[in-house]
């Protein structure tokens, strides 16, 4: 079992910077295959980025590439998303997922299996 609690949400206004962080308790973190997806108000969920249990290969939906950086710190069991240049349609509900199997890169929703509560990003223009 694996618990998932996003922070660093916020209003924030167009054009600044934000990082959301995921911290993830439970076992074997560092063995998992860790996502992010967003949802906007009256959108499907959509991926951002994936990250691999190393950290050292990095997937990135094709509108997210350039502003949107994903990491994690393996010793800390979290998982961060640097948004860069934030636009009003960044608006969303932000949320860290974990992808337990060997799919790469995971980019569905349902090839997660465990997911956090969100955290909402507002960007005012």
């Known amino acids: 079992q694996v618990q998932l609690v996003e922070s660093g949400g916020g209003l924030v206004q167009a054009g600044d910077s934000l990082r959301l962080s995921c911290a993830a308790s439970g076992r074997a973190f560092n063995s998992y295959v860790m996502g992010w997806f967003r949802q906007a108000p009256g959108k499907e969920r959509e991926f951002v980025a994936a990250i691999r249990w190393t950290g050292d290969f990095t997937h990135y939906a094709d509108s997210m590439k350039g502003r949107f950086t994903i990491s994690r710190d393996n010793a800390k069991n979290t998982l961060n998303l640097q948004i860069d240049s934030l636009k009003p349609e960044d608006t969303a509900v932000y949320y860290c997922?974990?992808?337990?199997?060997?799919?790469?890169?995971?980019?569905?929703?349902?090839?997660?299996?465990?997911w956090g509560q969100g955290t909402q990003v507002t960007v005012s223009s």
């Open positions: 997922a974990v992808h337990r199997w060997y799919k790469w890169p995971p980019v569905l929703e349902y090839d997660y299996d465990y």
